[in-house]
């Protein structure tokens, strides 16, 4: 079931804030003129966080797995990670 971008923002940035993380950017993608994967591409969105620390204990914290599981899975069909970078 899709869930509104709206819907999913709302639910996750309480959870981002929480780590010291948030959205940067979301784009809905029109084009792709090159890419290095298979998966089709529609949807970029940016989040942050201050280190890797919280970053991982963000991606492992049970609320994040709750919401992930209502507003991500099923609404998904592949992921992409475009660029991670060290603190």
Not at 4 to 18: D, E, F, N
Not at 24 to 32: P, Q, S, T
Not at 45 to 60: E, G, N, Q, V, Y
């Amino acid at each position: 079931m899709r869930r509104s971008t709206l819907a999913t923002a709302k639910a996750m940035t309480p959870i981002l804030q929480r780590f010291g993380g948030g959205f940067r950017y979301d784009f809905k993608v029109a084009e792709i003129v090159h890419t290095a994967t298979e998966a089709s591409i529609n949807r970029v969105f940016t989040i942050h966080f201050a280190d890797r620390a919280s970053k991982d204990s963000f991606f492992a914290d049970p609320l994040y797995l709750e919401a992930k599981a209502a507003f991500f899975e099923g609404a998904v069909e592949a992921t992409t990670i475009l660029a991670e970078y060290p603190t």
